[in-house]
């Protein structure tokens, strides 16, 4: 699971039907009504029925205002990468600023070659793409000295003048599936762009392709957030739960929908974006609608001689807006009258709260960390400013060290609790099922707090005087942790010592 931290953008796939083209203007106009951020259009230049990609996009750019525009995706055996540049750079300057890139290799060869293309294999439309971006970015490049040279296989350009420079950063989105390709994304591209419906096994493949961009990114020096990752999706798709689990767990940051339906438009634009943004950006900031402060709770009634005591939840809260509801929660069926438990049973038992202490003292040094770095910001003075930086620094960098460490470590002891424990418990006992599978949600919820503490600590280097949002994200990750544990270890020490971490250890 991953969450890139891209705004989210939403936006329509309209179909460019010739022969009905009014409506297709009518409907990008729609959407920008709607309050939807983009409104793209596949190109197929090869399809008599449907209208020529850039006129229609310049017709779109020249009867809309603000959203913005691109191709979904452009097809590049059939246009010259120089000439693609030199569009892009010259509707973006007359829109403002509003259009992006949507590019492909290549798909359909029979039609490409009919209409005066060349044929290329998979792995040469993969060459000639990345000799393509190349080039349209050269072009958008003016402030270089010098022409455009790129002696490529399928793309030659031997001093070709720079220029015109687009007006804003425009970004190069790909289409892309196989591996050359996902490659090629995490190498060089700004975006990807899939569709849902093009994917065998749906959105749980998004998280093994995103590894493979993730890997080739990392590969090329790049972080694998430069990659923002869109998706077109179908009407079915569309629903404020599926989507945000999508954003949340799969990085995706920018919804196409597909489909010519004003009333889904408007339906997508007006109640499902506004509820997934602020789905995410209550996950992403660490709150979400005011629930119910916790009471301190009695301590739960265990058999005598089970002989260990779980660590009690106290109810203090760092913050005001939790991240679930602690009344809610399902509770362990009592313990089997008459059982008894030995040494071995007790050890079991206690080992799951010496596991939580050991994270309980880490996440305090991990608060430590933050309050020394917290006082050094504040001792820093402007007059001493190189040394102090470089002190701050080394500080932010021991903080995000340590933090990641800190997390990894949590999230493999969670892995190994839902691969391992929580299966064998269920199957021991099936009155343990609700609580089990309430412990599996709130390891999904510390699962994205974590990532925040990450992503916190990104922007803490990029902008070292602020700690508001690391200090938010880490009193977050300690409500929803310590309530976590006490929460595990009421119901769960007793089964444990019952049934043991695996069949047949006590």
């Known amino acids: 699971m991953n969450d890139y931290g891209h705004d989210l953008l939403f936006g329509t796939f309209v179909t460019p039907v010739a022969g009905d083209h009014e409506r297709v203007v009518a409907l990008a106009q729609h959407s920008e009504r709607a309050g939807l951020d983009l409104v793209t259009f596949q190109d197929h230049p090869y399809?008599?029925?449907?209208?020529d990609t850039w006129t229609l996009l310049s017709f779109v750019a020249a009867a809309t205002t603000d959203i913005r525009l691109s191709t979904n995706v452009l097809n590049l055996p059939l246009r010259q990468p120089i000439v693609i540049a030199r569009s892009v750079a010259s509707l973006d300057?007359?829109?403002?600023?509003?259009?992006e890139l949507g590019l492909g290799a290549g798909s359909f060869w029979d039609a490409i070659e009919a209409n005066g293309g060349r044929r290329l294999s998979p792995g040469e439309s993969v060459d000639a793409l990345e000799e393509a971006i190349r080039i349209i970015r050269d072009v958008w490049t003016v402030e270089t000295r010098g022409g455009v040279r790129v002696p490529g296989t399928f793309y030659r350009v031997n001093g070709a003048k720079r220029g015109p420079a687009p007006a804003h950063p425009v970004a190069i989105w790909?289409?892309?599936?196989?591996?050359?390709?996902?490659?090629?994304?995490?190498?060089?591209?700004?975006?990807?762009?899939?569709?849902?419906?093009?994917?065998?096994?749906?959105?749980?493949?998004?998280?093994?392709?995103?590894?493979?961009?993730?890997?080739a990114a990392t590969q090329a020096g790049r972080e694998p957030r430069a990659v923002r990752r869109l998706l077109n999706i179908g009407p079915d798709d569309a629903t404020v739960e599926r989507l945000t689990a999508l954003a949340l767990e799969h990085g995706v940051s920018a919804f196409i929908l597909s489909g010519d339906d004003p009333a889904a438009i408007t339906r997508f634009g007006q109640e499902i974006a506004p509820k997934v943004r602020e789905n995410v950006d209550a996950a992403r900031n660490g709150s979400a609608a005011p629930v119910p402060a916790p009471t301190p709770e009695a301590p739960r009634e265990l058999p005598k001689g089970l002989g260990v005591t779980p660590t009690p939840d106290d109810g203090t809260r760092l913050t005001d807006h939790g991240l679930w509801d602690e009344a809610a929660r399902p509770q362990a069926p009592a313990a089997p009258e008459g059982h008894t438990y030995p040494a071995r049973a007790k050890a079991v038992g206690q080992h799951l709260v010496d596991v939580h202490d050991h994270l309980r003292q880490e996440l305090a040094q991990v608060r430590d960390v933050l309050r020394q770095v917290e006082q050094g910001t504040m001792s820093v003075g402007r007059a001493r400013g190189a040394l102090q930086e470089l002190t701050l620094r080394q500080n932010n960098w021991t903080l995000g060290a340590f933090c990641a460490s800190y997390c990894t470590m949590l999230t493999q002891h969670h892995s190994l609790e839902d691969s391992g424990i929580f299966p064998h418990l269920k199957r021991a006992d099936p009155g343990l099922a609700p609580v089990i599978d309430r412990l599996e949600e709130e390891h999904v919820v510390i699962h994205h707090v974590v990532e925040n503490v990450d992503r916190q600590l990104v922007e803490l280097v990029r902008n070292p005087g602020d700690l508001t949002g690391l200090r938010r994200a880490v009193d977050t990750l300690t409500d929803t942790l310590l309530s976590h544990l006490s929460y595990e270890e009421r119901n769960l020490v007793e089964p444990l010592a019952r049934l043991g971490f695996y069949p047949g250890q006590v």
């Open 47 to 51: 399809q008599a029925g449907f209208l």
């Open 93 to 99: 300057l007359l829109s403002g600023g509003r259009i």
């Open 174 to 215: 790909l289409g892309a599936y196989k591996p050359r390709m996902l490659h090629l994304v995490g190498r060089v591209a700004d975006g990807w762009l899939p569709s849902l419906s093009y994917l065998p096994k749906g959105g749980e493949e998004l998280a093994e392709l995103n590894a493979v961009i993730d890997e």
